[in-house]
């Protein structure tokens, strides 16, 4: 193909990117429920509640989320999949309330692996926002290594069904989930990654416990599971019995495809900081963005983020001509997360050298602190990175397994 044919193609599909981009801001600006802090998601109270899900069903219904489902499940006909990443970008540029990470995962998770039956009673009630969902796989001494989980189903003495028993940790969204997906051990004589099964089931089942775990940024995100002899039944499965390592590694893959979005959140976080370092006075009186080697460490900064955005802009141009590769996800999201930590240690850098912060920047130094606290969570969730780093040694250069 002659070299300005796709050139003059890709343009075209700027145009159409740049005018969806302003058809989602302007929705934004006129539907979006803000959100309080940065990671923060549990609702404040009742109302915060329903405001939250109502937004989440209007991004449904005005076909920006799920518009890549097929369409007979209300999928959008020409639906592209930069779209995705544009409504994520526009969402943090708006400091709107985004999607629940695990109501994606367990969109795709249904669609790739669901019965019949489970996406006609499932998918639309997270069309509207009638089920939250949350993840069931981290255990307290498995950590990013999943196929160490002990969590243990075991048939029924009745053969109808399982009964699950034992712990999850760091469940986002639990306290207020109405599903769950679960990851449990269904036989502990094969291989480990073999003998794993996936189940979608209600937070309301009896013998499950739910205890948020208030963390150092003050909030409760984050859930300790409990599961007591839980019954669960063959309706269920999500996908094969023994097949749940397939379920969950396709739909973190999907999660994590999101994360370059966040691209425009290093975006905002540097101008904070360069704000910061415009109020931050020294002993001397002096603002610290006068000092040489503050202004060399944002230079630095400013690299950095220009990095990010590049990965991520390289990754969204293959997508556009279908030449996605799949450690895209992988190599945003470790980038981002990274930096993401980078920055907010050069924050709390600025905020201990100076003798006093301009009462006008007093939100700035909020939100670094809310950061800092914050930030080394985004390193482990969706794949620590320890984990990622070997995704992408394996997917992109090819290495071997350690």
């Not at 073999?194 to 208030?214: K, S, W, Y």
């Not at 019995?241 to 590694?249: A, L, M, P």
């Not at 979005?261 to 290093?266: E, K, T």
């Not at 990010?308 to 996800?329: C, F, K, N, T, Y």
Request: aromatic letters at 6%; hydrophobic letters at 45%; proline letters at 4%.
């Amino acid at each position: 193909m002659p070299a300005d044919v796709d050139t003059g193609r890709q343009a075209e599909a700027r145009d159409e990117i740049d005018a969806y981009r302003r058809e989602v801001r302007a929705f934004i600006a006129e539907h979006g429920v803000r959100m309080p802090a940065e990671g923060v998601r549990v609702p404040r109270d009742a109302d915060h509640e329903r405001r939250i899900r109502a937004w989440l069903a209007a991004l449904y219904a005005a076909g920006h989320l799920g518009a890549g489902w097929p369409v007979r499940w209300g999928g959008r006909a020409g639906h592209l999949p930069v779209h995705d990443l544009v409504l994520m970008e526009e969402l943090i540029r708006g400091d709107a309330y985004r999607p629940i990470d695990q109501v994606m995962l367990a969109a795709h998770s249904l669609l790739e692996f669901g019965s019949e039956a489970q996406r006609r009673e499932l998918l639309p009630k997270i069309r509207s926002a009638e089920h939250v969902w949350c993840q069931l796989f981290s255990e307290p001494e498995a950590g990013s290594d999943l196929a160490a989980l002990r969590t243990r189903a075991r048939p029924a003495p009745d053969g109808d069904g399982w009964l699950v028993s034992g712990q999850k940790i760091w469940s986002t969204d639990a306290q207020w989930a109405d599903m769950g997906t679960l990851l449990a051990r269904t036989d502990p004589d094969v291989a480990r990654h073999a003998g794993i099964t996936a189940f979608v089931i209600p937070m309301t089942l009896a013998g499950l416990d739910i205890r948020p775990i208030r963390e150092m940024t003050g909030h409760a995100e984050f859930c300790e599971v409990f599961l007591d002899e839980v019954r669960v039944g063959p309706e269920h499965v999500l996908g094969e019995v023994g097949g749940g390592w397939q379920v969950v590694t396709s739909g973190l893959a999907s999660e994590r495809a999101f994360v370059g979005a966040n691209s425009v959140q290093l975006e905002r976080m540097f101008t904070d900081l360069v704000a910061l370092a415009r109020a931050a006075r020294f002993a001397d009186g002096t603002a610290a963005i006068t000092h040489e080697d503050i202004q060399a460490k944002l230079a630095g900064a400013l690299v950095r983020v220009e990095e990010v955005r590049l990965i991520v802009r390289d990754a969204v141009d293959r997508i556009l001509v279908d030449e996605e590769h799949p450690s895209d996800g992988p190599v945003g999201k470790l980038a981002y997360t990274e930096l993401n930590v980078a920055l907010t240690e050069l924050a709390m850098e600025i905020i201990d050298s100076a003798v006093v912060v301009d009462d006008i920047a007093a939100e700035v130094v909020a939100r670094w602190h809310h950061n800092f606290l914050w930030g080394r969570a985004l390193t482990i969730s969706g794949g620590a990175s320890e984990i990622i780093r070997g995704l992408i040694g394996r997917q992109l250069l090819g290495l071997p397994r350690a």
